[in-house]
């Protein structure tokens, strides 16, 4: 299975942006998380860093958002230049439609869930998205330790993807590290989100590369 690793910039230094998306060239994409402070207890950054990111970059922009109401915001960030958008199932007020929005603007759609909503509800949506996003830590706040009693979840979405044959990829979320990768691996993700492993290190890309090694 083809694997991707995702670093968050979350856990970047914000002064210095620019430079820190230099740092990880070997990186799939980067996961951009946004949170409103009312969906998680947390505030990170919204459109106009969502911009300055998009201009000084040219790798896929994996944008988590962690706020209420993606209805009315997650087609800015399409329209801003994400290559996926993914919102929480328990914020949106029409998740079927908002998917099928982002979709017509060519754009992916990512469904995610929190580590307290079960997967089983959601499987029938599947094929109205390219993603499903299990976070594997509380969202709200990086460097958090990952949550292995979320790979029994990772584990029957993989049955339902793979027994249907869906292009849906599984992202993890949380607490993904040297450490913890093979265990969502194996319970069947195949992409990896790593925020406080990345940019917590003296060389970013280095543990990209350690992170791509762990799964070969
Ligand atoms: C948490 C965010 C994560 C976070 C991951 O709410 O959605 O993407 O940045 O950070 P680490 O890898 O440090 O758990
Ligand atoms: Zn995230």
Redesign the pocket.
């Known amino acids: 299975m083809k694997t991707f690793i995702h670093p968050?910039i979350?856990?970047a230094d914000f002064a210095r942006l620019g430079e820190e998306l230099q740092r990880i060239p070997d990186a799939d994409a980067v996961?951009v998380?946004v949170m409103d402070n009312h969906f998680?207890p947390n505030l990170s950054f919204g459109m106009p860093i969502m911009e300055a990111v998009k201009a000084n970059t040219d790798l896929p922009l994996d944008v988590?958002l962690?706020i209420e109401d993606p209805d009315r915001w997650a087609l800015q960030y399409a329209d801003a230049g994400a290559d996926t958008v993914s919102f929480h199932v328990e914020a949106a007020q029409a998740p079927i439609r908002l998917a099928r929005e982002l979709r017509d603007r060519g754009v992916k759609a990512g469904l995610a869930l929190r580590p307290a909503t079960p997967v089983e509800p959601y499987l029938e949506l599947l094929p109205e998205f390219d993603m499903l996003l299990i976070m594997t830590?509380e969202?709200?706040?990086?460097?958090?330790s990952f949550l292995d009693v979320m790979m029994p979840k990772v584990r029957t979405a993989r049955e339902y993807i793979d027994a249907e044959q869906l292009p849906v990829r599984i992202e993890v979320?949380?607490?993904?590290n040297a450490a913890t990768i093979g265990t969502a691996f194996k319970a069947g993700a195949d992409v990896f989100?790593?925020?406080?492993?990345v940019y917590s290190a003296a060389e970013p890309n280095q543990v990209i590369k350690d992170l791509q090694a762990a799964l070969s």
């Open positions: 968050s979350l856990s996961h998380d998680v988590h962690m830590v969202p709200g706040f990086g460097g958090q979320d949380g607490g993904i989100v790593a925020g406080s492993a």
